[in-house]
């Protein structure tokens, strides 16, 4: 069973969230039963909203509304990119790999 809503198509098992980002509003499919999503999805709108919201504080004479929707971008893909630098674990699991190379190499005697 489908319905329309403004234009949306929607499944039975699925439904719409609204979430308003620099004085528009975003819809979300999203499926029933997915609230971690939902709750994900509401967070991240919030914080782009303060973010928003603090660069056109700071920029409102300078800059129009896409270049405030960028800034936004850069911040959060930049802090994105931070955290996924953090939890590299490849420097330190080819450290321990040399490690035991080096152990084997006493043990066995070479």
Not at 22 to 44: F, P, W
Not at 54 to 69: H, M, P
């Amino acid at each position: 069973m489908y319905h329309t809503v403004k234009r949306i198509v929607v499944k039975k098992d699925e439904f719409i969230i609204r979430e308003k980002v620099a004085d528009r509003e975003y819809r979300m499919i999203l499926t029933r039963g997915d609230e971690t999503s939902e709750a994900i999805i509401r967070k991240a709108a919030e914080r782009v909203r303060i973010l928003y919201e603090k660069y056109r504080q700071k920029y409102i004479k300078t800059l129009e509304e896409r270049d405030l929707l960028a800034m936004v971008a850069l911040q959060l893909v930049t802090d994105l990119v931070r955290l996924e630098e953090q939890n590299d674990t490849t420097p330190v699991t080819q450290k321990i790999r040399r490690y035991i190379e080096e152990l084997d190499g006493i043990l066995s005697g070479n």
